[in-house]
């Protein structure tokens, strides 16, 4: 479809497609195993159900706090900042998209991953921005050196996720700290998405490097991806910037609804902290099972794990979970087509994962005798 | 405020400013009465707030649906379209970003009021969109002609609510047919966010011209400001074009519960006529009772009233208003500074703007004795 009325920008777009977000029943009727999206298997703190149901009512007719004051409050006190230190958004990807806009966008093409979040080169084609993209290693990981040691005249920026995705591979924060300092003249993005799965913050460096900036979600790690939060964290010059392109563009990105639960969801650390190290418990297991049944596993610091089989095609394995009522995510693309993202789900889910697998992995091998 | 990692295009915008949202009461703690930013006085319907509780659990930890199929169908029932013919963003601010992106980006400058939504020129600032303001009349008006013969060749797209803010007045489907039908070879966009309150929609022209968009909001007839919902409604082409920026800046602009609250405010149209009525109603009152204080009002379609003394300043009387408690808004502009926009509240809110009103006068009269 095209249309003379469209601007000059839209033909040109192809957009991100996101996992599939199924309405109904798997075969047969069946409950859909959901490994494809990675949500968080378990739902959100109750405290934040209970604030929400506080702000419920006919206050609804009124617009939210355009500064979203209280919110970014308690995230600065969550990491010892103040609240000029922080910028919040609908989901991080409205996050990014302003970070590309008011951050990203210069002259010099700016440098990720060839494999990374797809998302990236959508936000460059939105913006015109020039990208180059830096390979990983053999072993699908982030070199430190291709980003530290980038020959600064040349490039406008830099932005990677960590742990990276699909990858689910984690960088130190010693490792990111040479990134930032190598490169102290141009902005520095870590999108932190999934760091609370056992990474460490590269909030911590905030203080000392002024091109350093933080995305987060509450989407993983906060049990949240259905109410639409993301973070950005980085010294007052930068959070202005996005300020500025923010306000631009729409007032009231948070709603009421969404303001009270991601402020319960920061205050309650008790429960954060019981999910996520229950899905760091399982993602070990999952791991291990993987490998038991012959896959290679990327070492992950995230909420999935990225797995291959030596013997079984990728989207194959894809295919024929989903048709066991699993769905996984894969990619049709070079260097990852044979791999499976799978999201780490509870124990139960993870077992019905394996013993479809098994199932799927004993067709296959039947097929080829 | 400057910095060296800003892109170019940070440094030169002049964001939108939205009207205050206090925090707490008025001088000497008694209650605000806040007419200053048209939110509807009386809350949502009590079956939105049964909506979202009914979605208010665990599902929070899952993405919503990227196409909010549900919420488009029920608008396009609404609307008796398809849903192809209706786009939903995160509040019609949002949604109009999208729009001038993807319909209004020409080579070409595009038309709208002088005085008029003051976000529209900040969007063409975004996007760097050249623009013309076409004047409004000695009484404010929009004249139909200066956009309905403007030279084709020279326009890039045409955009002004209907009715206008912040004058209130409302053009005829007749006349807005007649721009329509005048520029058929660019995107006119009637911003209905205030059309509801006796106005009658250019939906009934989107069969016929494909070169009509309509946004509407949920801000102001439905009493849902705090949850951030705005659509569009145009031929499939321009849904399209909306539909594929979006996908390319942020996958899920609406969380959950506004799906769930703004299906359920589509869905409960008795209680949205009686609301809407009892708005007109207290316009009308208002209205003559400004009249009768020697105001000038201009006949509004609004939710609002915009009035001015022919012997007290409008910023005086801002602040003298604002003195006694009572929020409304001012605009330092030429040719309207001389204004109050005055927000329908209900009748009691309105008796206390006017006794408010009457304090101030008489202050402001007796010091001129």
Redesign the interface.
């Known amino acids: 479809?095209?249309?003379?009325?469209?601007?000059?920008?839209?033909g040109g777009?192809?957009?991100?497609?996101?996992g599939e977000?199924p309405?109904g029943a798997g075969p047969d009727g069946r409950r859909l195993i959901?490994l494809n999206?990675n949500?968080?298997?378990?739902?959100?703190s109750p405290k934040?159900?209970t604030a929400?149901?506080s702000v419920?009512?006919?206050?609804?007719?009124?617009?939210?706090?355009?500064t979203a004051h209280d919110l970014r409050e308690t995230i600065a006190e969550y990491y010892r900042l103040t609240p000029d230190h922080v910028f919040v958004g609908?989901?991080s990807?409205?996050v990014l998209?302003f970070v590309f806009?008011?951050?990203?966008?210069?002259e010099k093409p700016i440098l990720f991953p060839d494999i990374s979040y797809s998302f990236y080169p959508?936000?460059c084609?939105?913006y015109g921005i020039d990208y180059r993209l830096i390979p990983l290693d053999e072993d699908l990981a982030i070199r430190v050196e291709d980003y530290a040691q980038a020959e600064q005249p040349s490039i406008g920026g830099i932005i990677f996720p960590n742990p990276n995705a699909p990858t689910g591979r984690l960088l130190s924060l010693v490792e990111i700290e040479r990134i930032v300092a190598g490169q102290p003249?141009?902005?520095v993005v870590i999108d932190e998405a999934y760091i609370d799965f056992g990474g460490e913050s590269a909030v911590a460096l905030i203080d000392r490097f002024?091109?350093v900036l933080v995305t987060q979600s509450l989407?993983k790690s906060r049990?949240?991806?259905?109410?639409?939060v993301g973070l950005a964290l980085g010294q007052?010059?930068?959070i202005?910037?996005l300020?500025?392109?923010k306000?631009?563009?729409?007032?009231?990105?948070?709603?009421?609804?969404?303001l009270a639960?991601a402020k319960a969801a920061f205050e309650d650390g008790a429960y954060f902290a019981q999910t996520c190290t229950r899905i760091i418990d399982a993602r070990e297991a999952l791991t291990k099972a993987l490998v038991s049944r012959g896959f290679t596993v990327l070492p992950s610091g995230a909420n999935f794990v990225f797995a291959r089989h030596p013997k079984q095609g990728g989207e194959q394995l894809y295919l024929g979970l989903r048709q066991q009522g699993v769905m996984v995510r894969h990619f049709n693309k070079p260097r990852i087509a044979e791999f499976l993202r799978i999201t780490v789900g509870t124990p139960e889910e993870n077992q019905c994962l394996l013993a479809a697998l098994d199932v799927v992995m004993g067709i296959a091998m039947s097929a080829t005798n």
């Open positions: 479809m095209s249309s003379p009325f469209w601007s000059r920008l839209v777009l192809t957009p991100y497609v996101p977000q309405k959901k999206t949500e968080n298997p378990y739902g959100p934040v159900i929400i149901e419920l009512n006919e206050s609804l007719r009124l617009y939210p706090d355009p609908n989901g990807d409205e998209a806009q008011a951050l990203l966008a210069h959508v936000y084609a939105l003249d141009v902005v002024p091109n989407s049990s949240l991806a259905g109410l639409r007052p010059a930068l202005e910037a300020v500025r392109v306000d631009s563009f729409n007032s009231y990105p948070l709603d009421r609804l969404a639960g």
